[in-house]
């Protein structure tokens, strides 16, 4: 059950929720993306299946979702909300190993305060749908920080994602080293939502990927890598 929190950011308050499942063995800051708030269906999915499968969760509201402004907030603050949140999540389960991550934008801003200067405690970065372009505009400018992360990093992109061309994606995953993995989901778009005709299974796609994340924390955390 998801327990209601807040934390400072800066002079702003914001909302968070907290899903610590029994017998927990890591916790991730997860980040919502730039259109919807820690409440999102997608979100609440997602904490859920990590609850399942033995993840804790600390779901937050960036500080202009929680005004309710629709613009995100400028780089600076959106670094200063994901350490505040990072911080939140050690001092509520200290005994439990750190990840952070989260949906496009969250994600992004997560790879950006890590690359900025180590995120305390955290082991590695999770991207729910790394937004590496515009739509219809190719390009892998955005991800020139992450040569700068030096924590693992997990890559959850679907094949009909406007936001990411695959091809360069897989590009980028190769250059950044044995420490990325990727995780390519057949169909998925960037809000991993698979077409009818294709065969797929939006719930399918959720239980792969949420393996996924899984598997690779235990993964990483059975290396020590970090």
């Known amino acids: 059950m ?29 980040a919502h993306g730039a259109g919807v708030g820690m409440r999102h269906a997608f979100m609440a999915n997602v904490a859920e299946g990590l609850a399942e499968r033995g993840l804790a969760t600390l779901r937050f509201q960036f500080p202009y979702m929680e ?36 949906k496009s934008f969250g994600g992004r801003m997560t790879s950006t305060t890590e ?17 590496l372009h515009a739509a219809g505009q190719p390009d892998d400018s955005r991800a020139e920080h992450l040569m700068d992360v030096s924590v693992p990093m997990l890559f959850l992109q679907g094949t009909r994602d406007k936001l990411a061309d695959i091809g360069l994606i897989r590009g980028l995953c190769d250059r950044l080293g044995e420490a990325t993995r990727l995780v390519v989901l057949d169909g998925a778009d960037h809000s991993f939502k698979v077409l ?25 955390l059975a290396d020590g890598t970090s």
């Open 2 to 30: 998801d327990e209601e929190r807040s934390f400072a950011v800066g002079g702003e308050q914001v909302s968070a929720l907290w899903h610590r499942p029994e017998e927990a063995l890591a916790s991730l800051v997860l």
């Open 67 to 102: 005004a309710g402004r629709r613009r995100p907030d400028p780089p600076a603050k959106a670094v200063a909300a994901i350490r505040s949140a990072a911080a939140e999540a050690a001092a509520l389960a200290p005994d439990l190993p750190l990840f952070a991550g989260g």
């Open 115 to 131: 690359a900025g200067g180590h995120l305390d405690g955290v082991r590695g970065i999770v991207f729910f749908g790394f937004p």
């Open 196 to 220: 009818k005709s294709s065969g797929g299974d939006d719930a399918a796609t959720m239980t792969t990927m949420l393996d996924a994340v899984a598997n690779w924390i235990d993964q990483v």
